[in-house]
């Protein structure tokens, strides 16, 4: 049914890569500044010109004050990620009820055939993001 | 009936002595509701047909002796981020506006195994990123007890719901203290569970490590009624933990009422700061006074890494948020952008217009604090505060049951007021230690500013699964307080 098409695999392997470069700009002499239109792009969120300087100030402001944590001595000290005592939950793989096609499908706002979920093209040109 | 003072159980009281039906009581706090919305907007969605149709039905299964519980035919309200079969479920969120859910949350499902009537879907801050309500998309909830000031946030509209009394009482979620602090500036009963109590099958994650859905009530006895029914181990739910059969409302109704062998701990780090104010100092100091003389022992205690907490909660929370918002994607629900002809401006796009303000700037965070390079600086150096501010806490219950402080640095502010970011994270000072730390606490209605008349709550706060602890102490202080209702007028 589909039309598997080539692709350049290093290419999109390059840029599925995060690079620290990319999320901080460093002018010479200067204290390395949060780059807000590299991480909006990373996280895929269109962010308006004409709301990024006012997220560039947040941001740089929230990240200052989170610098608090580096004045601790953190050596030794396990990280918590998570409260509770995590056990692995064994069950039967038995096959239970779900949900109909119909209903999975009741949310997407655009479908074709009333059961294909519409996507558009996956491989192109890097976006405007 | 005096409806702006009614609790969940003098509802179940009235709906078992044959005195009320579901129908009568929901015609009323539907009533009541047609009339306050217009001023508080405490509720995003109600639909009286639903509410009416639940209600008729549980009036049958009691005529016909078949009633599920005590409390079949008592209506609550539901924050806007669990999910209720058939009904919206925006989450506050632009991104959410013509959802619909397929399935009810487990806590739903509880509470419409015990009969209860679910009313409405109240307002919240976008994705439950907030503590004003003021970060809706829809539009912001007003104070009951002074309608230019905040409800708090993010569960406002469930605290304003039950405060001025539409609804007896109300499910929220608590991730940072988005269930205590509305409840503290609502004049209410707000309580955060222990990590794991209660299942997060159908709840809309913000931060996984962190959200637990809560109750917000009228008194201290319906938060452990609440709390029995949506409690327990869920298999959909793999971080839910099993806890042994326990009957809060037992626990309420032998509390006594006396805190004689009680130690009660008072955390320096939470009582002696700058910035907290004056009138709540001065009631903080009051209750300490109550709780001395109902048999209390205080203890000084020390909490030393509370000055880390926030911040390492901003990584974290961001962190987690960062990737569980990346479901939003514009093709299986939500928002999707128009005449987009690739999948990378499809999603760029889409999130761009569905998501507001605040949840852009959290998703940048975390994707911030997860990159490489940052990862260590930030995100994994957050992880080691919290085992420290985890250890505080373990190190504090050997010298204590329970410890307090007060719920919120600050009584409630003027809509508008606090628009810098930093500033807003600032003032969850008190909460947020709590669910890092994965414990339980319970906000409750302490004094009433006289000059302002505003309500000022407390924290109760307990170990992992101490809830009986919290409740216990809760209920004998409100018993015993000065001031016995929280009644705004409106």
Redesign the interface.
């Known amino acids: 049914m589909f039309q598997h098409g080539l692709y350049n695999n290093t290419q999109l392997h390059r840029k599925a890569v995060i690079n620290t470069e990319e999320v901080m700009i460093k002018k010479n002499n200067e204290e390395p500044i949060i780059d807000v239109g590299s991480i909006a792009r990373l996280a895929r969120l269109e962010i308006n010109n004409s709301s990024l300087d006012e997220f560039q100030k947040d941001m740089e402001s929230i990240v200052k004050y989170v610098d608090l944590l580096a004045e601790l001595n953190l050596d030794g000290i396990e990280p918590t990620a998570h409260s509770a005592e995590l056990r692995n939950i064994w069950r039967e793989d038995i096959s239970g009820e779900s949900f109909s096609q119909e209903e999975m499908l009741k949310n997407a706002p655009l479908l074709i055939e009333d059961e294909l979920i519409a996507v558009p093209q996956v491989v192109s040109e890097e976006g405007s993001c | 009936m005096n409806i702006n003072n009614t609790s969940l159980s003098s509802v179940s009281e009235l709906l078992i002595s044959g005195k009320e039906t579901s129908l009568s009581i929901c015609t009323l706090f539907l009533e009541r509701t047609r009339e306050l919305e217009p001023k508080v907007k405490a509720f995003l969605h109600i639909n009286e047909e639903y509410i009416l149709e639940q209600a008729a039905e549980s009036d049958e299964r009691r005529m016909n002796a078949n009633a599920l519980s005590k409390f079949d035919g008592v209506p609550i309200s539901i924050k806007d981020v669990i999910n209720v079969k058939g009904e919206p479920c925006t989450c506050g969120s632009k991104m959410l506006k013509?959802?619909?859910s397929?399935?009810d949350a487990t806590v739903i499902e509880k509470l419409r195994s015990k009969g209860m009537i679910l009313f409405g879907r109240t307002n919240m801050d976008e994705f439950a990123m907030g503590s004003s309500c003021e970060n809706s998309a829809y539009y912001p909830t007003n104070n009951p007890w002074d309608l230019d000031r905040v409800p708090g946030g993010s569960s406002g509209g469930s605290a304003a719901s039950v405060c001025c009394g539409e609804v007896p009482a109300s499910l929220g979620s608590d991730t940072g203290g988005s269930v205590r602090q509305p409840a503290a500036f609502c004049g209410v009963v707000g309580l955060k569970p222990t990590?794991?109590r209660v299942s997060r099958y159908g709840l809309v994650a913000y931060a996984s490590?962190l959200d637990q859905i809560g109750p917000i009530t009228r008194n201290v006895q319906d938060s452990a009624i609440l709390l029995d029914i949506i409690s327990g181990e869920d298999?959909k739910d793999?971080?839910s933990?099993p806890d042994a059969d326990c009957c809060f409302e037992d626990v309420i109704n032998n509390a006594g009422d006396s805190l004689n062998g009680i130690r009660i701990g008072l955390p320096k780090e939470y009582l002696e700061v700058e910035g907290l104010d004056e009138d709540i100092k001065n009631s903080v100091n009051k209750t300490i006074d109550k709780l001395k003389s109902l048999g209390a022992e205080l203890v000084d205690i020390s909490l030393p890494?509370t000055?880390?907490a926030?911040?390492?909660y901003?990584?974290i929370a961001t962190a987690e948020a960062?990737a569980n918002l990346?479901r939003f994607?514009?093709?299986?629900?939500?928002?999707?952008a128009e005449n987009?002809?690739?999948?990378?401006?499809?999603?760029?796009?889409s999130?761009?217009?569905g998501?507001g303000?605040e949840v852009?700037?959290r998703?940048?965070?975390g994707?911030?604090?997860l990159?490489?390079?940052?990862y260590d600086?930030?995100y994994?150096?957050?992880?080691?505060?919290?085992?420290?501010i985890?250890e505080d806490f373990n190190k504090a219950f050997e010298k204590c049951d329970v410890i307090f402080s007060p719920t919120t640095p600050a009584p409630p502010f003027k809509v508008g007021d606090i628009t810098?970011?930093?500033q807003m994270?600032l003032a969850d000072i008190y909460t947020i230690s709590i669910n890092?730390?994965?414990?339980c606490a319970i906000s409750v209605p302490a004094d009433i500013i006289e000059k302002s008349n505003l309500p000022v709550g407390v924290q109760f706060m307990g170990p992992?699964f101490g809830e009986d602890k919290i409740l216990k102490v809760a209920k004998i202080f409100e018993t015993n307080r000065d001031i016995k209702e929280f009644i705004p007028e409106i």
């Open positions: 013509s959802y619909n397929i399935y990590y794991g490590s298999p793999s971080t933990l890494h000055k880390y926030i911040a390492a901003y990584v960062s990346a994607d514009g093709i299986r629900y939500g928002e999707r987009i002809n690739n999948l990378n401006d499809l999603y760029c796009k999130r761009g217009n998501f303000e852009k700037r998703i940048l965070l994707t911030f604090v990159s490489s390079g940052y600086a930030y994994l150096k957050a992880q080691k505060v919290r085992t420290l985890r810098d970011p930093l994270y890092l730390a994965g414990n992992a």
